[in-house]
């Protein structure tokens, strides 16, 4: 800025605007890429709350099953056999199927990982969704 020493001639301040314009027009390329990716619908299936208050439901016993180190599996203390697990889960969970029990599997550190695989088979295509590992 010039500062005149009293005489006739003035000079204007001035705005460069040139950053200004830089800026908005990043600006305006960056919209112009983010609005057609903002408008497109991605399909989804939300769950619904129901109205009201929740019914509570009964709360099944967990399945307690355990492994120990030479192999065998104890379904609630009970020694099982690995053919009938599969059976013995899938008729608890068609006892009631919209409340199936919970499978707590406490497998010794020296369990052979094969059988704690074949439990966990069983366990999925039983149709037990409730499934974690305890350490007693």
Known sequence: MAFSNGSAQRSMATINITPLVDVMLV?????????PIATKVIPMTLPQTPIGPIPP????EPIDLRVD?????????????LSALRDMMQAEVQRDPSNAPKLEIDASGDADY????????????????????VRN
């Open 27 to 35: 600006l305006l390329v960056i919209f112009m890429i983010a609005a």
């Open 57 to 60: 439901q009964p709360k099944s």
């Open 69 to 81: 180190a030479s192999g065998e599996v104890f379904w609630n203390d009970n020694v099982t056999p």
């Open 114 to 133: 094969a059988v704690v695989a074949k439990v966990l088979a069983a366990a999925e295509n039983a149709g037990l969704e409730q499934v974690r590992f």
